[in-house]
Structures are given as structure tokens and as C-alpha cells.
């Protein structure tokens, strides 16, 4: 008896255990064909991979194979393609030659007929053609593996729309691939022990993701999600659904025109450059990403177009994913400890990221992570490659009992795309450099904890303020052009002042004293470099050291100190939203009871550390003037 096991996903329902639906077993001769082809295609394929193996040249041919791959995918079809384009972002279960090669799929089929999709038309809306279009496109203006496009204008308002026709007895044709790719995914858990992950598992949230973009509805309720959150920028367009026009297998939008993204030549004759929309879509999927969590899961170039009023618009929200709130700090985090070069932290990183259980021991992982990240940051972040950064990231995770979630491998995969696309333009380019404004401003602005913590770690080191860092998220965080220099008070004011913040307050306090003191020694030198040369004569030793009692070298390092605090200020001035009230929020702290405590202490220590100075000064000067006069 065979049992059933169904999962719905938007709508839909597709086989997660050993069944079939009735419709499917009642096909039994397409079935057993469709396994056949399946089966002689990848049993084929993995022949070759275990003569490679047996034969020692496993690893000179993996592009070879690769390659093949690509190729046995494509030619088995729409779930093949959809499958290949998800393993194109797992870099737990492909080494960097399948990445590179599977990510080259193209969604593109041969059409369907088009007397089907106008059936297909009336059938799901419910009315005859020429009582919706005044003029439908009489053949699709794009394909792709689930469905094709017309062009068409509504006959009640004129508006121009795209159509969107599913591919007739896909989901079933979906349904039975899905079934029999578990069946081989219990396989490869089984018997295949290079691959940590589980992989029914990963069939069956691809899958679910699969099914999703079948369902139009869904779709369109992507987008309208989509549009709210992001496309209140002038420089982002999400396209209008028309709603009564809309169904499970047909989808009615605004049309857009535009050039693809990929498209270098069309996009600068439109005087547009390409850059400039990349720079657009990587910061619009920061947003996505790190701000609110969903994001467009599929930002191939067919999916992005320039408009020709220099807009950046997304197409095609079928496949759509969300990153988990802890991880959206996580990732902010990870990118701290990397820069501190912290690899153990970055290790630990991966069980707030979900990548590792709790179980699992990170202690191996670490000098893994330091050999790979050691070479990678000899460079600046600007210089920084983000294919370097995923191709050696992709190796350790393929070496380590890794299990990559979903959200986490299509953020790579949108990234990677971005960053292509930029290449061509310009060789030069790097996705790190301009992201990184954005990274700034979030820990320099957000009251999340685990940020706030992430920045104090950033900040101090070794019980030193380090300003250089300081001087260089604002100088970044003000490309920004949400950068606020009101909010970037506010997270470390609130850490500041709470319960369990003695540690860095003890911290603030004796850097508050040491800037004072550079601020007050730096005064006086300059002061004394104003003066006549006359004038200083009369001055203790005729130089600045015995006025300040300090060697060249304390001098120097004050006033590089001071000069840093006013470039830091500078900073802050020059942000357009400054104002003076800016300071408000800090006097308010200090009437706090926490706050006049530790403004207190600070006076204090300033006070105990000039009036040291000043004993310095009265008890070392008769000393000098003896050691000179004898």
C-alpha cells in the first residue's frame, strides 16, 4: 500500500514522503519513463565521478564535470534548472567549480503554444479575451521555465500590462520530478558521505520554494509586500499587481520598461551608468537583508532593469525568502569579527547563524578560518573581492560539518550576482567597499544589543579606546545617506548607563581623562609654539618638554590624539542633520543619577591626573635647574 504524504506550500501540495498522487500513479508508463531518463542521466553522471575517484583524478576533473552537469540539468528540464540554480548557492554541498558552473543556468525553455495561454487566460479570469485587453502581444516577449509573458493593454483603463501564463501541467510534472529527486536524496544521506548536510531536507525546502512561485497569487502578494517596504526610495520601482486580473496561474502587472542590468551598451546610450544601479541594488538588498529581513531571493539580470529615468526595477517576486531577525545582527557581528580578525568569535558566530548545532566543536574550525582569512585581509576592505570572500568561506563550509540555511546561500547568491554585474562595467569594482558605509551606519546608529556589543568590541581593545576605528565608521557611515549623526549618540549613551555597564564605563572614564589631557597639553603646546622666541627663554628649560614634562615622543602622541578628537568632531559637524541640540541627549544623561556618577568620576580623574602633572612640575623643576647651573 502506498502511503500519502503531503506538504502545502502557498497553495500548494507537493510529495514528501514514498508517494504519488492518484493523478501520477495512474500515468504509470510516463512515470517509469521519467524515472528512466532521470536515472540513466545522473547514474551516468555519478559512473563518472566514481571512475574519477577509483582513478585518482577526481580533482583535476572537476570542472570537467561540472560542466557535464550543467548540461544533464538543463537538458531534464525546468525542476533540473530550478534544482541546479539552488545548489548554485550551497557551498556545504558543491566545491567552487560546481558553484561557478550551476550558477550559470538560465531559466529560458521553448515556448508553449500560444492558443494554450490565451485559453489558460480566459479560463482562470473568467472572461473572454477582448473583454479584458483592448491588444494582447500575439507571441510571449520572454520565456522561462514555469510560464511565459505577454504584452497587453487593459481595455478599461489603456494601461499597459505584462501577463504572466503558467506552462500548462507543470506543477504536475514538478510533483512527480520533486518525488523521485527525494527518493535520491535518501540515497545520498545514506550512502554518500562527503555531504554532511541533509539532503531531504534541503529537497523539501526547495521544493516548498518551488511551489511557491507557482502559485501567482502568492506571487503578487510578494511583490505588494516587496513594494511597501523598499520601494520608498526614488531610485527603486516595484511594478503595481492588478489584482482582478490575477490568479493562481495568471499574473497582471504594470509593465515596465527598461533594459536589463546585464545589458552595459543599451544601458549607457539611455545616459545611465551601471554602476550607479548597482551601487542602488546592493544597498536596496542590505535593506532586504539586514533591515527587515525579506528579500528578493532571485536578482538574476533579467530580473533587474534600468528605467529610462535611471530607476532601478526588481521583476519576478515568485522566489522569495526572509532572514531570521538574530541572524540579521549576527551577520553585522560576523563582519565585525572578521575585521578584528577574531576567529574564534567568527567560529562561534556560526551557532547564532544557524549554521552549526550546539554540539558541534568550532575549535577545529578556527585555524581554518584564520589560514583563509589571514591572506584575504592583507588587503583593505575596499580592496576586498566578495567571490574571494564566498569561494574561501565556500571551502571551509564544504570541509566542516556545515549545514548552510536556505536564507543565508541566496544571500550569497544575491551578493555574487550584484557584484558580476558590476565587473562588467568595472574590472575594479568591489561589493565589500560599497557595503561597507552601510555596515557603519548600522553599528554606529543601531540600539540593537547585539550590535551595541559588536561596536564596543570594534571600539575597544585591550583597555583602549581605538578613535582611528571610530574616525573611520563615521567617515564610511556618512556615505551613508540615512547616516544620522543624532542617532549615532544614542546606542553607546544607553550602554553606557546600564546595569551591567561598570566594565565599559570604567573604560570611559580613564579614556575621558586621557583626551582631556591631550585636549589640555595640546593647547598649551600650541600656545607655546605661538609665543616669540624671546618669550620662551623665560619658560622652564626654554622648550615645551619642561613645560609639560613630557618627552617628544608623549608630545607627539597627544597631540595626534587631540587632532584625531577634532577631525572626529569635524565629522559630526559637517553630517546635514547636525545641530547643536545634538549635545541635548548627553546633558540629559548626565542629570541621570548613573550619569552625575560618572561625570563625576570623570572630573575626578581629570582633576587627580593634571594636578599630578602640576606636582610633576614643582617638585622636577628645582632639580633641573641645579642639574643646568652646575
Not at 510534472?173 to 531536507?201: E, M, P
Not at 555574487?416 to 557603519?440: H, I, Q, R
Not at 582631556?516 to 622666541?533: F, H, K, M, Q, R
Request: hydrophobic content about 40%; proline content about 5%.
Amino acid at each position: 500500500m502506498v502511503t500519502m504524504s503531503l506538504v502545502s506550500a502557498g497553495g500548494h501540495r507537493f510529495p514528501t514522503g514514498p508517494c504519488l498522487t492518484p493523478t501520477v500513479r495512474r500515468r504509470g508508463g510516463r512515470v517509469l519513463r521519467r524515472t528512466l531518463k532521470i536515472l540513466i542521466a545522473l547514474g551516468s553522471f555519478g559512473l563518472e565521478l566514481w571512475l574519477d575517484q577509483r582513478n585518482g583524478v577526481f580533482d583535476q576533473n572537476k570542472r570537467r564535470r561540472a560542466i557535464e552537469l550543467r548540461k544533464i540539468f538543463t537538458q531534464l528540464g525546468p525542476t533540473f534548472v530550478k534544482l541546479g540554480q539552488g545548489l548554485s548557492t550551497r557551498p556545504d554541498i558543491c566545491p567552487s567549480e560546481y558553484l561557478e558552473e550551476l550558477s550559470e543556468l538560465q531559466d529560458a525553455l521553448p515556448t508553449f503554444a500560444d492558443a494554450e495561454a490565451l485559453s489558460c487566460i480566459e479560463e482562470e479570469l473568467g472572461l473572454p479575451l477582448d473583454a479584458i485587453f483592448s491588444s494582447i502581444s500575439p507571441s510571449p516577449i520572454a520565456a522561462a521555465s514555469l510560464g511565459q509573458v505577454y504584452k497587453a493593454k487593459l481595455k478599461h483603463s489603456g494601461q499597459i500590462v505584462a501577463v504572466k501564463v503558467q506552462r500548462p501541467g507543470i506543477e504536475e510534472a514538478i510533483g512527480l520530478d520533486f518525488y523521485l529527486i527525494r527518493g535520491l536524496g535518501n540515497f545520498v544521506n545514506k550512502y554518500v558521505d562527503i555531504i554532511t548536510s541533509d539532503v531531504v531536507a534541503l529537497i523539501d525546502e526547495f521544493g516548498r520554494r518551488v511551489y511557491q512561485e507557482l502559485n501567482y497569487v502568492q506571487e503578487g502578494q510578494n511583490a505588494r509586500r516587496f513594494k511597501k517596504l523598499y520601494a520608498d526610495r526614488e531610485d527603486i520601482l516595484v511594478p503595481d499587481i492588478y489584482w482582478k486580473y490575477t490568479s493562481g496561474k495568471v499574473l497582471t502587472m504594470e509593465w515596465v520598461d527598461g533594459v536589463k542590468l546585464n545589458d552595459q551598451d543599451a544601458i549607457e546610450r539611455q545616459g545611465l551608468k551601471v554602476l550607479d544601479l548597482v551601487n542602488t541594488g546592493i544597498q536596496c538588498s542590505l535593506r532586504q537583508l539586514l533591515e527587515y529581513g525579506y528579500f528578493h531571493a532571485d536578482p538574476h539580470p533579467g530580473n533587474l532593469l534600468a528605467t529610462p529615468e535611471g530607476k532601478l526595477a526588481f521583476l519576478d517576486f515568485g522566489m522569495m525568502s526572509e532572514t531570521p531577525e538574530a541572524a540579521r545582527s549576527a551577520i553585522i557581528g560576523h563582519v565585525v569579527h572578521m575585521v578584528n580578525r577574531d576567529y574564534e568569535a567568527m567560529a562561534r558566530d556560526y551557532y547564532v547563524l544557524d549554521f552549526l548545532s550546539c554540539d558541534v566543536d568550532v575549535s577545529p574550525i578556527v585555524p581554518a578560518l584564520q589560514n583563509f582569512f589571514d591572506d584575504a585581509l592583507n588587503y583593505t576592505v575596499s580592496e576586498l573581492n566578495f567571490k574571494t570572500l564566498v569561494d574561501g568561506l565556500g571551502a571551509v563550509f564544504y570541509q566542516y560539518p556545515f549545514n548552510v540555511p536556505a536564507y543565508y546561500a541566496l544571500i550569497l547568491r544575491s551578493l555574487t550576482v550584484l557584484e558580476g554585474l558590476a565587473l562588467n562595467a568595472d574590472p575594479n569594482f568591489k561589493v565589500l567597499a560599497a557595503s561597507y558605509p552601510y555596515f557603519a551606519k548600522r553599528l554606529l546608529t543601531d540600539p540593537n544589543p547585539y550590535l551595541r556589543d559588536a561596536l564596543i568590541e570594534l571600539l575597544f581593545k585591550d583597555g583602549k579606546f581605538r578613535w582611528n576605528r571610530l574616525e573611520n565608521l563615521l567617515v564610511e557611515g556618512r556615505k551613508d545617506r540615512d547616516f544620522s549623526a543624532k542617532d549615532a549618540l544614542q546606542p553607546v549613551l544607553k550602554l553606557l548607563l546600564a546595569p551591567d555597564g561598570e566594565e565599559l564605563r570604567v573604560l570611559v572614564v580613564k579614556e575621558s581623562v586621557r583626551v582631556t589631557e591631550a585636549v589640555v597639553l595640546g593647547g598649551i603646546v600650541d600656545t607655546y609654539n605661538s609665543i616669540p622666541d624671546f618669550m620662551r627663554t623665560l619658560i622652564v628649560n626654554g622648550n615645551v618638554n619642561g613645560l609639560t614634562m613630557m618627552n617628544d615622543t608623549e608630545i607627539q602622541s597627544m597631540i595626534e590624539l587631540r587632532d584625531k578628537i577634532l577631525r572626529i568632531w569635524g565629522l559630526l559637524r559637517s553630517s546635514e542633520d547636525f545641530d547643536p541640540a545634538l549635545l541635548q541627549p548627553i546633558l540629559q544623561v548626565l542629570q541621570q543619577p548613573e550619569g552625575r556618577s560618572l561625570g563625576g568620576r570623570v572630573i575626578g580623574g581629570i582633576t587627580q591626573r593634571l594636578s599630578a602633572r602640576l606636582l610633576q612640575q614643582v617638585l622636577r623643576t628645582p632639580v633641573t635647574i641645579s642639574s643646568s647651573t652646575s
